[in-house]
Antibody, heavy 119, light 106 residues
Framework: EVQLVESGGGLVQPGESLRLSCSAS????????MHWVRQAPGKGLKYVSS????????YYADSVKGRFTISRDNSKNTLYLQMSSLRVEDTAVYYC????????????WGQGTLVTVSS | EIVMTQSPATLSVSPGERATLSCRAS??????LAWFQQKPGQGPRLLIY???TRATGIPARFTGSGSGTEFTLTISSLQSEDFAVYYC????????FGQGTKLEIK
């Protein structure tokens, strides 16, 4: 059974940093692209960032480019999102998402971790 | 950026009846469209990919159709567990989501 478990969320002040982690199990992690998607309170889903199976290619939404860094450790089956210079508008539940091989659609989502940016 | 527009925002339907949800893309996404179901406090669940293919374990009462810019998710004979928020997503050119349709009990 595929499981994606996010951690690392919390309350931070504007301008601070936070690192999210996503522990993956139930599939061969190193074979799949992975993504982060966020959802502001009471709002819809927004794409944040992607990383290829090897980690050699990364992509970002314009709203987080230059502030967030996605990475992965295939030896630990773990996906990361390093978030810096956080803004109030980054407040959201962050979901770790697995990509179906070669077809680009998202097939499994975690339960999410809440990041609150507030002074 | 491809904009995805879902309608209606809220749909009130009685259990046992049929629900029809719409999703429109601002430009063609071919058949690279997925539907997700989200319940409160949970991550989204994949229902449909490729516009019309049901994901593993999804009941046959969920049917996706369409291509290009117009898509539909039909849920026949609504069950109590189907009342949730539904999102469409295009993955033809990066990834964008519709704003969601809340399916509520009438």
């Amino acid at each position: 059974e595929v499981q994606l478990v996010e951690s690392g969320g919390g309350l931070v002040q504007p301008g601070e940093s936070l690192r999210l982690s996503c522990s993956a199990s139930g599939f061969t992690f190193s074979n799949y692209g992975m993504h982060w998607v966020r959802q502001a309170p009471g709002k819809g889903l927004k794409y944040v960032s992607s990383i290829s199976s090897s980690g050699g290619a990364t992509y970002y939404a314009d709203s987080v480019k230059g502030r967030f860094t996605i990475s992965r450790d295939n030896s630990k089956n773990t996906l990361y999102l390093q978030m810096s210079s956080l803004r109030v508008e980054d407040t959201a539940v962050y979901y770790c998402v697995k990509e179906y091989s070669s077809s680009n659609y998202f097939d499994y989502w975690g339960q999410g971790t809440l990041v609150t940016v507030s002074s | 950026e491809i904009v995805m527009t879902q309608s209606p925002a809220t749909l009130s339907v009685s259990p046992g009846e049929r629900a029809t949800l719409s999703c429109r893309a601002s430009q063609s996404v071919s058949s690279n469209l997925a539907w997700f179901q989200q319940k409160p406090g949970q991550g989204p669940r994949l229902l449909i990919y490729g516009a019309s293919t049901r994901a593993t374990g999804i009941p046959a009462r969920f049917t996706g159709s369409g291509s290009g810019t117009e898509f539909t998710l039909t849920i026949s004979s609504l069950q109590s567990e189907d009342f949730a928020v539904y999102y469409c997503q295009q993955y033809n050119n990066w990834y964008t989501f519709g704003q969601g349709t809340k399916l509520e009990i009438k």
